[in-house]
């Protein structure tokens, strides 16, 4: 469905990368307009279907759209590669690829489960996706598991966000474009204000008199569209030394936002843990880690302090980083001494206070030989700016080079509430970056000689030894059985279509997840606020 945005008798309009909302053919990277506006797509892809977000109400239609995802389907397209003078568009049916002297080939299907289709919640206009409750919509995604005898592989998430209207039917297609027959365009349930100004115009009331139209502001490129997509990139790691103690869940906890103020930092927002509160149980594991930016827009003190400076002007700061301490009460906005801890998150297994985790996460690993000390930084006679940019302040992070920090993965073990805020970045009345995680009493699969319960965990019974492979589905299709031979396992797969993931492993390159979605999904890298999965113990509130 292009309504009247292409000239159905200009060939060089008719290619994928014209689309409705994108008539012109411009390309953003490496996408195909068209794959990138439709979905399920009619041809092979690369990437791997985790769920797809609708409005309540329309998760019947949604079952049904995914039954055509690639994760089932096999997927064909028309090669012309060896026809000379090869005319485009190429057919996307086998009998027009055939006539066009072209071979039809098949990518095969991911013998995968369908995506799950999910309710998005309610959002407010114009709020940038925060729901009911003041948290910012989400899914809950399990993380996919690597092959047995793979260390890593990295993943490209790609995030989609689809607004949708009810003005007309979701299921046009090409019979209610424009026609050369047809000079008013009159299949096209809407008009747009610039190829067909007259027709935006609308008599509401019972009047001939076209001087009481009202104008509409429809731009027929922009009327339910797909929003750019976002690419994320991960690693997803094999189980070791430091992980197979975590038998039951692992919580990932992880940072959103950007440096500056609340109008700075818009359409984002400012720092923030995601989750932010968290609910987990003894013996369940977290793992604390983050990312950021180096190239965000130059922040004065006060906007987000500290470095490191700009490589290329000291006099800059751009640079996200985060650290965690832990108070003793979420009003607080000063930490609590390691020896005023009471109750420690950072402990031992014993319940002990871990001195040596609770500067990892206050210092993120920085040599503190190589820096001064604020009496010897008030020495060199800069002002508080300049000696909040200066590299050798460790107080503010300014040694940490790079903004990803692992953290590490931990059991929790004392129980109650524990209360945390990063000192570089929480500024009351400014902005608070604070984190709140409860330890509830230990349910089931308790103590370290219990069986794993996540399904991901080597000793798990149920762990699957070898990934599937992409294979022919059994439709009409025929294909030829090809893709990749290797790629995630999807015994930890749930997911989102909002956008897409793209793996590269010891094998080479391999297709992973997809995200695309409806209006208000969001899909953030850092996590949602409980764990969700089909194949682990049900879902517990707010983790």
């Known amino acids: ?55 309540e109400g329309q998760i019947e239609a949604c079952e049904l759209m995914v039954n055509q995802s690639q994760n089932m389907r096999n997927k064909c397209y028309c090669d012309m590669s060896d026809v000379e003078d090869a005319q485009e568009p190429y057919a996307v049916d086998e009998g027009g690829c055939i006539q066009a002297n072209g071979e039809w080939k098949c990518g095969g299907a991911w013998g995968l489960p369908a995506p799950e289709c999910f309710a998005m919640p309610y959002t407010r206009d114009n709020h940038l996706g925060n729901a009911m409750g003041g948290y910012a919509s989400s899914y809950n995604w399990t993380l996919p598991s690597v092959p047995v005898g793979v260390d890593s592989m990295r993943c490209y998430m790609r995030i989609r966000y689809n607004a949708s209207t009810g003005d007309f039917p979701t299921d046009l297609d090409f019979r209610a474009n424009c026609n050369p027959d047809d000079d008013e365009c009159t299949r096209s349930p809407i008009y747009d204000r610039d190829n067909r100004e007259e027709k935006s115009y609308v008599q509401y009331l019972n009047s001939d008199n076209d001087r009481m139209k009202l104008s509409m502001a429809v731009n027929t490129n922009q009327y339910a569209r797909t929003f750019q997509d976002r690419t994320y990139a991960f690693d997803v790691k094999a189980w070791d030394a430091d992980t197979l103690m975590c038998k039951k869940e692992i919580i990932n906890i992880n940072v959103r936002g950007k440096r500056g103020n609340i109008v700075q930092s818009y359409p984002a927002v400012e720092y923030d843990f995601v989750p932010q509160d968290v609910l987990v149980e003894q013996d369940d594991c977290v793992h604390i880690q983050w990312i950021g930016s180096d190239y965000n827009p130059n922040r004065n003190p006060n906007n987000a302090e500290g470095g490191p400076p700009n490589p290329n002007n000291e006099n800059e700061a751009k640079a996200d980083r985060h650290n965690l301490i832990q108070m003793a009460a979420q009003a607080h906005n000063y930490g609590s001494h390691v020896n005023n801890q009471t109750n420690p998150f950072f402990s031992n297994l014993d319940g002990t206070i871990d001195e040596e985790l609770v500067e990892h996460f206050a210092f993120l690993e920085q040599n503190t030989q190589t820096c001064f000390s604020i009496e010897e930084l008030v020495a060199q006679g800069n002002n508080r700016a300049e000696r909040e940019r200066q590299v050798e302040n460790c107080g503010k992070l300014n040694r940490v080079l790079t903004p990803y920090f692992q953290g590490s993965v931990m059991k929790a073990k004392n129980r109650g509430s524990h209360f ?24 089931y699969n308790c103590g370290d000689n219990a069986a794993p319960s996540n399904p991901n965990h080597p000793d798990h019974a149920d762990n699957p030894a070898d990934p599937p492979t992409a294979n022919d589905d059994d439709d009409d299709n025929t294909g030829d059985d090809s893709g990749d031979e290797g790629g995630l396992s999807d015994a930890g797969v749930a997911g989102v279509v909002v956008g897409s993931v793209v793996v590269l492993g010891a094998a080479g390159m391999f297709a992973a997840f997809k995200m695309g979605g409806s209006s208000g999904g969001l899909l953030s890298r850092g996590g949602a606020p409980r764990q969700n999965t089909a194949q682990t113990a049900p879902m517990k509130p707010n983790v």
């Open 420 to 443: 945390f805020m990063s000192t570089r970045n929480n500024n009351f009345s400014n902005r608070s970056q604070k984190l709140k995680i409860d330890v509830k009493d230990c349910d």
């Open 1 to 55: 469905f292009t309504a009247d945005q292409l000239d159905p008798t200009n060939n060089n309009r008719q290619r994928a990368i014209h689309t409705r909302q994108n008539p012109n053919g411009n390309r953003r990277g490496l996408e195909c307009p068209e794959e990138r506006d439709y979905y399920p797509y009619w041809v092979p892809t690369m990437w791997r279907d985790v769920a797809v977000g609708v409005p």
